[in-house]
């Protein structure tokens, strides 16, 4: 069964600072990747998705992914953050072509606080 | 467009109690889910549906019944509440058949087990 594991639980930045959020997975053939935001009192919603072609994926505000199959990595960055930015990041990975069991495997999630 | 709907919102039980948890969507989705958030565990799949008629389990399942009579209801039942299934739970759908679809989630349901 695939995992994945992201890597800070809880990150705390200055606005305007940069973002790198790492996420890790484990599974060795074909996977879908997923980055979801969850601000506070509200739902998850999607930020980014990789499924193939471009391993540079670029999402809703401002934030953008790179999928590195050599490392297994699917890493969040966002060059310049913001007070709104504040919330709890999950990546997840959907393992193969969308057969079998079709939820996502979630990481624990990153808490991210920017300070104003 | 509704999208996924879950009710209740907010729900207090005593340990032993039975309830459902409602999940609707209206957008033909195939694939339903459900899932647990708890803090520092991230999100967990309990149950999954690849359409009407078809469940299966997911990672956490025990405690948990579910059942797909129809494309659009995905109910999840606790028979007997324990605390430890005190949690936040998230019901999603997807489009099946095609690869590339992400999930939609609906809102959450916030159970609190005495």
């Known amino acids: 069964a695939q995992s994945v594991s992201q890597h800070n639980h809880h990150v705390i930045l200055s606005e305007a600072a940069s973002l790198e959020l790492g996420c890790n997975y484990s599974y060795g053939g074909t996977v879908n990747l997923f980055w979801y935001v969850q601000y506070p009192g509200q739902h998850l919603q999607l930020l980014l998705k990789?499924?193939?072609?471009?391993?540079l994926v670029k999402g809703i505000k401002g934030f953008e992914a790179e999928f590195i199959k050599s490392k297994f990595s699917f890493n969040l960055r966002k060059p310049s953050v913001q007070w709104s930015d504040t919330a709890e990041y999950f990546c997840a990975v959907r393992a193969g072509e969308g057969g079998g069991a079709d939820g996502l495997t979630f990481g624990k999630g990153t808490h991210l606080i920017i300070q104003p | 467009n509704a999208g996924v709907t879950q009710t209740p919102k907010f729900q207090v039980l005593k340990t032993g109690q039975s309830m459902t948890l409602q999940c609707a969507q209206d957008?033909?989705?195939?694939?339903m889910s459900w899932y647990r958030q708890d803090p520092g565990m991230g999100l967990r799949l309990i149950h999954y549906?690849?359409?009407?008629?078809?469940?299966d389990q997911g990672e956490v399942p025990n405690g948990y019944n579910v059942s797909r009579s129809t494309t659009e209801d995905f109910p999840l039942r606790l028979l007997s509440a324990a605390p430890s299934q005190t949690s936040v739970y998230f019901c999603?759908?997807?489009?099946?058949?095609?690869?590339?679809?992400?999930?939609?989630f609906g809102d959450g349901t916030r159970l609190s087990i005495l």
């Open positions: 990789y499924f193939s072609g471009d391993p």
């Open positions: 549906s690849v359409g009407a008629g078809i469940t």
């Open positions: 957008m033909n989705h195939e694939y």
């Open positions: 999603a759908s997807k489009k099946g058949g095609l690869v590339n679809q992400p999930q939609h």
